[in-house]
């Protein structure tokens, strides 16, 4: 499975972007799919969560309120709507997708990872 993100960019702070994940395989809507993100110098942390029919979300604290994730297994395509976004927020976001159904908070539950897109936030 190959994963395209996609949707990063410039943005000021308090703006808003939509990040896109795109799966090269229908496998893919078989399985949980996540969001991370790694600023400079820092760990790779978990942002966001989906099991495999949409039925079950996770957020990152850091982002529960100002970011939604989403996914259209007709289209082989995860998203993470951003808003109110800070600064903080400023990093390069992967898309992955996870070994299990459900959804899955840990970077080794997830066996496939996107390039990476980035995001800055900064006025």
């Known amino acids: 499975v190959q994963l395209q993100a996609s949707g990063g960019g410039l943005v000021q702070p308090g703006g808003s972007l939509r990040l896109s994940c795109t799966a090269s395989?229908?496998?893919?809507?078989?399985?949980?799919m996540g969001w991370f993100r790694q600023a400079p110098g820092k760990e790779r942390e978990f942002v966001a969560t989906?099991?495999?029919?949409?039925?079950?979300?996770y957020y990152a604290d850091s982002v529960k309120g100002r970011f939604t994730i989403s996914r259209d297994n007709a289209k082989s395509t995860m998203y993470l709507q951003m808003n109110s976004l800070k600064p903080e927020d400023t990093a390069v976001y992967f898309c992955?997708?996870?070994?299990?159904?459900?959804?899955?908070?840990?970077?080794?539950?997830?066996?496939?990872w996107g390039q990476g897109t980035l995001v800055t936030v900064s006025s």
């Open positions: 395989a229908r496998t893919a809507s078989n399985n949980g």
């Open positions: 992955a997708v996870s070994r299990y159904s459900g959804s899955t908070t840990y970077t080794s539950g997830y066996h496939y």
């Open positions: 989906i099991s495999w029919n949409g039925g079950t979300t």
